[in-house]
């Protein structure tokens, strides 16, 4: 920071909105209207409303913070305030409001995510330099000059990462309808004449949920028999520590409506719908032990560590657990952990798959466990499921709230309605997936790194124009000269005046 700056926190420079009457839940949004309401979702406008009692009186241009998603936006137009967690932040005179709007990326930068936690609190408490008035706009002008590039390769980049997501929709649809197995189909029919002969690659669709309740009913009875070794082995020791605890029987899912069915595309004549519990194990909640980065444990995964379908430990948190708790909350190669509960919807049922690699950690009470029956379901065709487009509006259709919060839990997950197929029809699916798919993730990994050099180069230009290294001498004294500049310590005095009483923001 330059000598002629002073510090100032950031709450002395902003005055929250109150948005408590305006306030429109997600059930109230309109898909067109007059009146937007703005959210803290990633989307500029969240939706509409007619009603002009719900229209917020504020000084504009305001920033819109979303607590829990830390997405900002600097609104220049009248509008609603939608979902709980939008913070509107009316900036007072003495600060540009672009300048403060950037300022923020910049302290948002610095949180470490806190899943869906408040992000405010961090904010307000923070100190930034507090600049004369004429160099503000200056830094301004030229952070705009410097952007205009940068932004338009940033928006290439996302269209480009937009068409692949296009395109992998598209795949997955075609995969999970049958299509990419329709000839391979056929030519079992060929060569396998007899239907019998085909039993186990292609069974009919009663033989396949029979196939399926048997597999059901064997790994129950594994269980039974795993525990009744544990249970023998925790009597040799002399019952010591707590006593192994018992399988829960096979729990039944609610069968499929006709209604539920019938809402879904035809499937080929050998695959039927399930409810997704009837293939996974029950599912399993996390571990709500606090995890730290500098204490000697066991390696936690946590919502940041969950990738497009896979694990990235670069940034893991420890803990200390018993030998029981690493039973309770292990990992298995197969496994799939989703996101249960975060800010962005979208994020909300977002899977990874465990590799052999990603066995010697345990997953944190954000997650839930998903472990496929190995004579079930196919891991990686199960994983790809729950990224298409109908299963993904299945999930977000349950998970979303009006509370900023979105939740889904292992129940709405066990009943999620999934197309299933034979074993060796899953195993060619992955296969056919895989083979469309790996030039599209080489290529989708390349724009997300050229994503984060983007946003590594703003955040360098936004802390070099903090520190006051942005402007030339030159440029310096031109601002100088004008009419209303003052010394940063002059406006300070102003400013605390304005707070002392209750001043702030008025002209």
Request: charged letters at 35%.
């Amino acid at each position: 920071m330059r000598e002629d700056w002073v510090k100032i926190l950031y709450k002395d420079v902003v005055s929250k909105v109150s948005t408590t009457k305006n306030k429109l839940k997600q059930k109230e949004y309109l898909t067109n209207g007059k009146i937007p309401i703005v959210d803290q979702g990633l989307s500029f406008i969240g939706g509409y409303t007619n009603d002009n009692e719900k229209i917020l009186k504020c000084k504009l241009p305001v920033i819109v913070f979303g607590d829990h998603t830390k997405n900002i936006k600097l609104i220049n137009f009248q509008f609603a305030p939608g979902a709980d967690g939008t913070k509107v932040l009316e900036p007072n005179k003495y600060i540009h409001p672009k300048l403060i709007s950037l300022l923020t990326e910049i302290l948002v930068f610095k949180i470490k995510d806190k899943g869906y936690a408040r992000h405010y609190q961090y904010i307000e408490k923070e100190y930034f330099p507090l600049i004369p008035l004429p160099e503000q706009r200056a830094i301004v002008s030229k952070l705009e000059s410097l952007f205009s590039d940068l932004d338009n390769g940033i928006s290439d980049l996302k269209k480009a990462q937009e068409q692949l997501k296009i395109y992998r929709q598209a795949v997955l649809k075609k995969a999970f309808e049958g299509e990419l197995t329709k000839e391979w189909r056929e030519e079992i029919v060929k060569t396998h004449g007899r239907a019998s002969q085909r039993k186990d690659i292609l069974p009919k669709a009663e033989e396949l949920l029979e196939q399926i309740k048997q597999e059901r009913q064997k790994h129950y009875e594994q269980q039974l028999e795993d525990w009744k070794e544990a249970v023998k082995t925790w009597e040799e020791n002399g019952k010591e520590g707590k006593k192994p605890g018992e399988p829960k029987t096979i729990k039944k899912l609610l069968p499929l409506t006709d209604n539920e069915i019938k809402s879904f595309h035809n499937l080929p004549k050998r695959w039927r719908y399930i409810k997704q519990g009837e293939v996974t194990e029950e599912p399993k909640y996390g571990t709500s032990k606090k995890c730290d980065y500098n204490i000697d444990g066991k390696g936690v995964i946590r919502i940041p560590n969950i990738l497009e379908q896979k694990i990235d430990s670069t940034d893991l948190k420890f803990a200390v657990f018993s030998e029981e708790e690493k039973i309770i909350y292990e990992l298995k190669k197969g496994d799939i952990l989703t996101i249960r509960s975060n800010g962005s919807v979208d994020l909300v049922g977002k899977c990874a798959l465990i590799r052999d690699v990603d066995k010697a950690f345990l997953f944190a009470g954000y997650l839930i466990r998903l472990r496929p029956l190995k004579g079930c379901v196919n891991s990686n065709y199960l994983i790809n499921c729950l990224s298409s487009i109908k299963i993904r509006n299945q999930i977000e259709s349950k998970a979303k709230s009006t509370s900023g919060v979105n939740n889904i839990n292992s129940g709405e997950l066990s009943s999620l309605i999934i197309p299933i197929c034979s074993l060796k029809e899953q195993h060619q699916i992955v296969r056919e997936i895989e083979s469309r798919l790996s030039v599209c993730d080489k290529v989708e990994q390349s724009i997300i790194e050229s994503l984060l050099k983007a946003q590594a180069l703003r955040q360098s230009i936004l802390k070099k124009a903090f520190e006051g290294k942005l402007l030339s001498e030159a440029e310096i004294e031109k601002c100088k000269q004008e009419e209303d500049y003052e010394p940063a310590s002059v406006l300070l005095e102003r400013i605390r005046k304005d707070v002392q009483f209750g001043r702030l923001n008025k002209k």
